[in-house]
């Protein structure tokens, strides 16, 4: 499972090569699960995991076993002293500081970050050691950032396999499952507490139909998988598995994209 392999491969002190026999495993559904959010776990698309189990619809059940990776295959590694991880389409801060059991307040420092915004390609510290910054260092910078901007906003697209089909500016806010007098499940029957690293927001369905995927600016690509009381117009509320990064989170406005199906 990726996640393992970035585990090992963030505490590999010694320069040389890693070797890691992958092989094809299963998953069981729990209940809430879709095919999004388990392709999300295992780092591969929704149109393998439908080719690799013989789906012909999104519609799977609890205790049902899926097949996340195609075959076995061995897979080599190189690590060096210094620990880097680079930026995917969809993380978040918070979702590679789980990945390498630090806080976001550590990734933030150790790679001199004023925001939490980050964009596919960006490397980042994992392990502590001073962070390389990089500056512009003539006229032709400028426009090699702005080539990288265009490319992140490509691969955004290419990478979820969709279309931005609707792009606005929202208001955003964070929110919990944990909350008193909460279910912790939400408007469209994903149980937050079973599934705390699903990426869910809350919206107005005039604004942003139910089901659909979106890329939410900072926080990655999530399902509108909820409602609230609040969220009307462009407003949405995000998804925090943990209090306090829901507090922190505070109130901003973000760029939302809404994916083509």
Known sequence: MKKTVFSVAA????????ATTVSAEEYKINKGDTLWSISQKYDVSVSDLKSWNDLHS?????SQSLTVTNETATTTTKSSNNSTYTVKSGDTLYAISQKFNITVDQLMA????????I???DQFKVDGQAAKTSAPSSNSSS???SSNTSATQTSTTQDTGNDVVKEFTAEATAYTANCTGCSGVTATGIDLNANPDQKVIAVDPNVIPLGSKVHVEGYGVAIAGDTGGAINGNRIDVFMPNRE????????SVKVQVLAD
Request: hydrophobic residues 35%; positive net charge.
């Open 245 to 252: 990064d829901a507090l922190n989170f505070g109130r901003k």
């Open 58 to 62: 999104n519609l799977i059940y609890p």
């Open 11 to 18: 505490t590999v002190a010694l320069t040389g090569v890693l």
């Open 110 to 117: 150790w790679n001199n970050l004023s925001s939490t915004l």
């Open 119 to 121: 964009h596919p390609g």
């Open 143 to 145: 426009s090699n950032s």
